[in-house]
């Protein structure tokens, strides 16, 4: 079945640090969106990619989509402290009969220290 | 507007027993979806429903069913209680069912 990886599990960084995670499917995406969970709380949409090569910016956050479809980067620039959380992928298979299955990767965990 | 509602907020049930969980999406939302998240982990897919259809079913047992109402509301029902069916089970609606998804609150069920 899809798997989707996410690189790195967990990510420390100093307030003003930048910060990326990856994430790596094992099969071809139709889209992939990004959430973001704080602690205690619940996910949060952030924003779907769907095209290939597909980069879009939302304030200090990055998010770009594989020529290929089958992994994406987040980047943020001069973290803050407002950023801790759990950073998720999340794609859906290009066709097949699972359509509306959503298949989340395990999260990267961010702690900004300030 | 209201985000997803879900209700129960929290649960304690014994093996064996039955639940059942409800979720109201976001007014106008048509789409549906349950996940199950584990401590440490992603939320893993259980159900979608669009237009109260079943258009997604993740590798859950059968033990594990949902439905959607002609309001749009849903319920996950879980039948035979395991200790390992302990987790957070969030209800996540959209406009259909391709879209980004607005999670609810989720509902702590708890296994004994």
């Known amino acids: 079945g899809q798997q989707v990886m996410q690189i790195p599990q967990y990510q420390h960084v100093q307030e003003g640090e930048d910060f990326t995670t990856y994430c790596n499917s094992s099969?071809?995406?139709?889209?992939i969106q990004w959430y973001k969970q704080r602690p205690g709380g619940h996910p949060v949409f952030l924003i779907q990619?769907?095209?290939?090569?597909e980069v879009k910016k939302q304030k200090r956050l990055t998010f770009q989509f594989g020529e290929a479809k089958k992994n994406s980067s987040l980047h943020i620039t001069a973290t803050q402290t407002t950023d801790v959380g759990t950073y998720f992928c999340?794609?859906?298979?290009?066709?097949?009969?699972?359509?509306?299955?959503?298949?989340f990767g395990q999260g990267t965990i961010l702690t900004v220290h300030p | 507007d209201a985000g997803v509602t879900q209700s129960p907020t929290h649960l304690i049930k014994t093996r064996g027993q039955h639940v059942t969980l409800r979720c109201s999406p976001i007014?106008?939302?048509?789409?549906v979806s349950w996940y199950q998240q584990v401590l440490g982990q992603g939320p893993q897919f259980i159900f979608q429903y669009y237009e109260k259809e079943e258009r997604g079913r993740g590798n859950f047992p059968d033990r594990f069913s949902a439905r959607q109402f002609p309001n749009y509301s849903s319920e996950l029902n879980v039948n035979a209680l395991l200790l390992g069916d302990s987790a957070l089970y969030l209800c996540?609606?959209?406009?259909?069912?391709?879209?980004?998804?607005?999670f609810g609150p989720g509902t702590r069920l708890t296994v004994t």
């Open positions: 990619l769907v095209k290939s090569g």
């Open positions: 099969t071809t995406l139709s889209n």
């Open positions: 996540a609606s959209s406009w259909d069912n391709v879209l980004g998804q607005y």
């Open positions: 999340a794609g859906r298979n290009a066709g097949g009969t699972s359509y509306g299955k959503l298949t």
């Open positions: 007014s106008g939302h048509k789409s």
